[in-house]
Each structure stands twice: as structure tokens, then as C-alpha cells.
């Protein structure tokens, strides 16, 4: 039996080493949030914890509210939702227990948008996943093979990647002359590129970007398109006949791999989509901030969606439902089932160890990590933090030149041996020394 006896929740800011622009916000700073739970497991006391960066309009995008407000209102829900849970629920499983957890926040805060209230949800989960990974001293993908964390599907999970190809994110307020340096240090032959939901701006932007790119990788490189919502129907259609028709996007074709959320969430899983889907069959499209909720990922598909994203912060066993059983629901359509590790800007080493645990469990195609892009490593973080993570994972993080600590990228990839070998992908206690604490 599994219940939370107590929970603690630290925050602190991550300074960025250069601003990062995407949909409706430029962010110069991200607000780091820690959970501690003491969880009972079969009568023994054991801790967990879960980590999120709080990024303003992600979660929602309310041009009314500042990216303040916005904070603030994270920190309510993940407090709100993690008092829901203390001493409340008991279970005979993690999954069972988030479930659980997911009804106790629908029903009590109906009215909040679906993708806020399952951060708060996510939250609580992780920290009963860490819990029971450390109790069995086991990593997740073992324990999830074995039914120790739930049954959450009736189909098997591929086999965990030992190391994941990474895509470089082009920010809007990235310039893209900077980019053959970043690409040149790491490998990396992948990018990730963010549209402002401007036609023409977005299509002069990715003409300037392949160019970067050819120059810089040849012939070998990958790009996928990120809309964060940016467009209407009307802008998108206009925006994708310049993309197959553009002479000068002709490199840019052949490159790109999908396009993530390009509509706003309000439209994005209408009927009306399905018309639009279905003029440009050569393009997968992928959801992110629409997938908010359990039917989500079946109502895309069922539009012409090829797939979804893994992100902790939307649930570890929404991603691994997504894995296991989207390729199913996609049997005999002729769309290949895609699912895309995203990044939430992720820098410190416990939620990068915990994310990357995850999408190597659900065999994510590649994976954005854009927290090594706009961070100066660990350096927000006290020396002993950089580091304990140095010396549990050395294959993902190494030195760096001015003697500090940073993940380790190389040939454009990250190995994930020392993740996968521990329980949620670290046994090393997030150090939440000089963190401010949050009342429950």
C-alpha cells in the first residue's frame, strides 16, 4: 500500500545565459520547483522527489496575465494539487496512485485548464515513482517491465535506448549566424526550429537557417518545426503552401521531419483540423500543448496526427501510455506513430536525469534539451551540486573549460548508461540548499 504522509515543496531561479524566445513569452530566468514527499510503501518511510521548471505561458497562454502572474499561479496549482494527495489517497501501485490523485484534481479544481492541472498531477506522480524506485533500488524501466510501479497498458514497451540523438533548439530571438558554433561544439545534427505564426517571417527564417546549417553539417542534418501554438488555419495553410511549393525551402523540405503544435490548443483538436491534416500527407504533424488530457493522443490521431510529445511535466505514464499504445491505434492507417522528446528548458540535474529516464524507457525518436543552450550549465547551482552529478553520471555530464559543469553532448548525442542503472534515473538527493521553501 502506498500513501504520502507529508510534503515539501523549495524553489529557486535559474538565471539564463541568453534570453529564450518562444510563443508569446521571452524569459530571461526560470523558476525551478522541488518536491520532497515522504511516502509510505508497505509501511516503510521512503522519499521521492519530482523537479519542473514553472515556465510561464506554456502552461497557458493568457496574453492578459504577466509571465509573474503566471508563476505564481504554477506554484498554487502544484501546491493545491499536492495537498489533495497528503494522507487522502492510498493505493496499491504508483499508477494506481496517480490515477487517483487525477480524479481528486478533476473533481476539485473542474474549471482549471486540463494542461495546468496535470503539472500538479505530474508532480505528485514522479515523487511516488522516485519513492518507489528507491525502495526497490530499481530503475524505472525494470520496474515498469515487471508491473511493480501498475499495469498502465496491455501493450509491451520497446527496449530502453541507451543514448538518444539531440536536437539544437533556434529560438525566435536566436540569431541563426550564432548557430554553426553551438552545432560545431557538441555534434549535434539535429535542430529544432520555433515559429512566430508569420508566414513569410518563418519562411525567410528557414532559408536563412538551412543555409547555417548546409554550410555547417552538409548533407547529414534533421529539422523539425515547432508552432507553440503561433498560428491560426487560415495563417498556417498559407504558411505550409510556402513550405512545398518555396523554391528556396527546397533543402528545408527534405530536411523536415514533422511540425509540433502549430494551432493554438482551442482549435488544434477540432473536426475542422482534419481537412487541413489531410491536404499535406507528406508532413507529419505532432501535438504538445494539446495533449493535456487521457483522450487527447486517440482524438489527434483520429484527425491525422502522427503522434504526440514526452515531457515529465505532462505525466510518465501518459508518455509511456503513448508509446505503448499509440503505434496500435495507428496500425494500417500508413502514418508511422511519432513521439518526440521535448524539453521544458530543463537544467538541473535531477529533473534532466529523471526526464531522460523516461524518454530512454519509452523510446523517444530524439530529444530537444535547450536547458544546455539558453543555461551556463550548473553554474546556478551550488559546486557540490555540479559535482554530485559529475560523479554519478560522468557519460552525461563533463567539465568544461572554465572548470565548470555541463551536459555531456558528443557527436550529438547523450549516453544514458548511468541514468538507465539508477532508480529514477539518479540516486543522488536534490540539494535544495538555499532554496526558498513554500508554505503548504
Given at each position: 500500500?502506498?500513501?504520502?504522509?507529508?510534503?515539501r515543496?523549495?524553489?529557486?531561479?535559474?538565471?539564463?545565459r541568453?534570453?529564450?524566445?518562444?510563443?508569446?513569452?521571452?524569459?530571461?530566468?526560470?523558476?525551478?520547483?522541488?518536491?520532497?514527499?515522504?511516502?509510505?510503501?508497505?509501511?516503510?518511510?521512503?522519499?521521492?522527489?519530482?523537479?519542473?521548471?514553472?515556465?510561464?505561458?506554456?502552461?497557458?497562454?493568457?496574453?492578459?496575465?504577466?509571465?509573474?502572474e503566471?508563476?505564481?499561479?504554477?506554484?498554487?496549482?502544484?501546491?493545491?494539487?499536492?495537498?489533495?494527495?497528503?494522507?487522502?489517497?492510498?493505493?496499491?501501485?504508483?499508477?494506481?496512485?496517480s490515477?487517483?490523485?487525477?480524479t481528486?484534481?478533476?473533481?476539485?479544481?473542474a474549471?482549471?485548464?486540463?494542461?495546468?492541472?496535470?503539472?500538479?498531477?505530474?508532480?505528485?506522480?514522479?515523487?511516488?515513482?522516485?519513492?518507489?524506485?528507491?525502495?526497490?533500488?530499481?530503475?524505472?524501466?525494470?520496474?515498469?517491465?515487471?508491473?511493480?510501479?501498475?499495469?498502465?497498458?496491455?501493450?509491451?514497451?520497446?527496449?530502453?535506448?541507451?543514448?538518444?540523438?539531440?536536437?539544437?533548439?533556434?529560438?525566435?530571438g536566436?540569431?541563426?549566424?550564432?548557430l554553426?558554433?553551438?552545432?560545431?561544439?557538441?555534434?549535434?545534427?539535429r535542430?529544432?526550429?520555433?515559429?512566430?505564426?508569420?508566414?513569410?517571417?518563418?519562411?525567410?527564417?528557414?532559408?536563412?537557417?538551412?543555409?547555417?546549417?548546409?554550410?555547417?553539417?552538409?548533407?547529414?542534418?534533421?529539422?523539425?518545426?515547432?508552432?507553440?501554438?503561433?498560428?491560426?488555419?487560415?495563417?498556417?495553410?498559407?504558411?505550409?503552401?510556402r513550405?512545398?511549393?518555396?523554391?528556396?525551402?527546397?533543402?528545408?523540405?527534405?530536411?523536415?521531419?514533422?511540425?509540433?503544435?502549430?494551432?493554438h490548443?482551442?482549435t488544434?483538436?477540432?473536426?475542422?483540423?482534419?481537412?487541413?491534416l489531410?491536404?499535406?500527407?507528406?508532413i507529419?504533424?505532432i501535438?504538445?500543448?494539446?495533449?493535456?488530457?487521457?483522450?487527447?493522443?486517440?482524438?489527434?490521431?483520429?484527425?491525422g496526427?502522427?503522434?504526440t510529445?514526452?515531457?515529465?511535466?505532462?505525466?510518465?505514464?501518459?508518455?509511456?501510455?503513448a508509446?505503448?499504445?499509440?503505434?496500435?491505434?495507428?496500425?494500417g492507417?500508413?502514418?508511422?506513430?511519432?513521439?518526440?522528446?521535448?524539453?521544458?528548458?530543463?537544467?538541473?540535474?535531477?529533473?534532466?536525469?529523471?526526464?531522460?529516464a523516461?524518454?530512454?524507457?519509452?523510446?523517444?525518436?530524439?530529444?530537444?534539451?535547450?536547458?544546455?543552450?539558453?543555461?551556463?550549465?550548473?553554474?546556478?547551482?551550488?559546486?557540490?551540486?555540479?559535482?554530485?552529478?559529475?560523479a554519478?553520471?560522468?557519460?552525461?555530464?563533463?567539465?568544461?573549460e572554465?572548470?565548470g559543469?555541463e551536459?555531456?553532448?558528443?557527436?550529438?548525442?547523450?549516453?544514458?548508461?548511468?541514468?538507465?542503472?539508477?532508480?529514477?534515473?539518479?540516486?543522488?538527493?536534490?540539494?535544495?540548499t538555499?532554496?526558498?521553501?513554500?508554505?503548504?
Amino acid at each position: 500500500m502506498i500513501q504520502i504522509t507529508s510534503i515539501r515543496l523549495f524553489c529557486t531561479r535559474i538565471p539564463l545565459r541568453i534570453p529564450f524566445r518562444f510563443g508569446i513569452v521571452e524569459i530571461e530566468r526560470l523558476e525551478h520547483c522541488v518536491m520532497r514527499a515522504q511516502v509510505c510503501i508497505g509501511g516503510r518511510a521512503q522519499r521521492g522527489y519530482s523537479a519542473e521548471n514553472l515556465v510561464p505561458k506554456w502552461f497557458t497562454k493568457d496574453p492578459r496575465t504577466t509571465p509573474a502572474e503566471d508563476v505564481a499561479e504554477l506554484r498554487r496549482v502544484v501546491r493545491e494539487i499536492a495537498g489533495l494527495a497528503i494522507g487522502r489517497i492510498r493505493a496499491n501501485d504508483a499508477f494506481e496512485f496517480s490515477q487517483q490523485v487525477a480524479t481528486a484534481a478533476e473533481s476539485r479544481f473542474a474549471l482549471m485548464p486540463p494542461l495546468l492541472r496535470q503539472l500538479g498531477v505530474s508532480f505528485v506522480e514522479r515523487a511516488v515513482i522516485d519513492a518507489v524506485c528507491r525502495f526497490h533500488d530499481r530503475p524505472i524501466h525494470a520496474l515498469l517491465r515487471e508491473g511493480l510501479l501498475g499495469r498502465v497498458t496491455g501493450q509491451p514497451l520497446p527496449p530502453p535506448r541507451g543514448s538518444v540523438q539531440v536536437r539544437h533548439t533556434v529560438g525566435l530571438g536566436d540569431s541563426p549566424g550564432e548557430l554553426a558554433g553551438a552545432l560545431a561544439r557538441t555534434g549535434i545534427r539535429r535542430l529544432k526550429v520555433k515559429l512566430s505564426g508569420d508566414p513569410s517571417a518563418d519562411t525567410a527564417r528557414l532559408v536563412e537557417i538551412a543555409a547555417v546549417a548546409n554550410r555547417a553539417l552538409g548533407g547529414e542534418w534533421r529539422v523539425t518545426l515547432d508552432g507553440n501554438e503561433n498560428y491560426q488555419m487560415d495563417s498556417l495553410r498559407a504558411f505550409l503552401s510556402r513550405l512545398e511549393t518555396d523554391p528556396d525551402l527546397a533543402e528545408f523540405r527534405r530536411r523536415l521531419r514533422w511540425i509540433e503544435q502549430p494551432l493554438h490548443r482551442d482549435t488544434a483538436l477540432s473536426s475542422a483540423v482534419a481537412g487541413l491534416l489531410a491536404e499535406y500527407p507528406k508532413i507529419p504533424f505532432i501535438i504538445d500543448e494539446s495533449d493535456a488530457e487521457k483522450s487527447s493522443l486517440r482524438r489527434a490521431l483520429s484527425l491525422g496526427y502522427a503522434g504526440t510529445t514526452h515531457k515529465n511535466c505532462k505525466g510518465v505514464f501518459k508518455s509511456v501510455a503513448a508509446a505503448c499504445d499509440g503505434p496500435e491505434l495507428l496500425a494500417g492507417s500508413g502514418r508511422e506513430f511519432v513521439l518526440s522528446g521535448e524539453d521544458l528548458t530543463i537544467v538541473a540535474p535531477w529533473a534532466q536525469t529523471a526526464d531522460l529516464a523516461t524518454a530512454a524507457t519509452v523510446g523517444v525518436v530524439d530529444i530537444e534539451r535547450n536547458g544546455q543552450h539558453y543555461a551556463d550549465g550548473l553554474s546556478a547551482f551550488a559546486p557540490a551540486v555540479g559535482g554530485a552529478a559529475l560523479a554519478e553520471h560522468p557519460d552525461l555530464y563533463r567539465r568544461d573549460e572554465r572548470g565548470g559543469v555541463e551536459l555531456r553532448i558528443e557527436e550529438g548525442m547523450v549516453r544514458l548508461d548511468s541514468v538507465l542503472s539508477a532508480p529514477f534515473g539518479s540516486r543522488t538527493e536534490p540539494d535544495v540548499t538555499g532554496f526558498e521553501e513554500i508554505a503548504m
